[in-house]
């Protein structure tokens, strides 16, 4: 069974930082170090956007919306992969969730307000 759970999600005011960090267990852990994984978020009412993607290259890509500001990490000894998230605006509050291959997480709230 596979297994991806986020932390890290939280309350932060604008301006703010935090990090998200993303663990794979089961079958997830399994493929790990051959597959491409992502970060997507879904605010109320609007379609789930990526994030930040990291292909089986190492190759990062950012969205436009974030980058400059969210810096895209990978642990392999810990087999975690982290988001951390700077500068952070009230438009960044959603759920996020990670994504390892095909298997994805439950999500973790972000909320960015006074």
């Known amino acids: 069974q596979a297994q991806v759970v986020e932390s890290g999600g939280g309350l932060v005011q604008p301006g703010g930082s935090m990090r998200l960090s993303c663990a794979a267990s089961?079958?997830?852990?399994?493929?790990?170090?051959?597959?491409?994984m992502a970060w997507y978020r879904q605010a109320p009412g609007q379609l789930r956007e990526q994030v930040a993607t990291?292909?089986?290259?190492?190759?990062?890509t950012y969205a436009n919306f974030v980058k400059g500001r969210f810096i895209f990490s990978k642990d392999e000894k810990k087999r975690t992969f982290s988001l951390q998230m700077n500068n952070l605006k009230p438009e960044d509050s959603a759920v996020y969730y990670c994504?390892?291959?095909?298997?994805w997480g439950s999500g973790t709230q972000v909320t960015v307000s006074s």
């Open positions: 994504v390892i291959g095909s298997f």
């Open positions: 089961g079958r997830a852990s399994t493929i790990f170090d051959q597959s491409s």
């Open positions: 990291r292909n089986i290259h190492g190759t990062i």
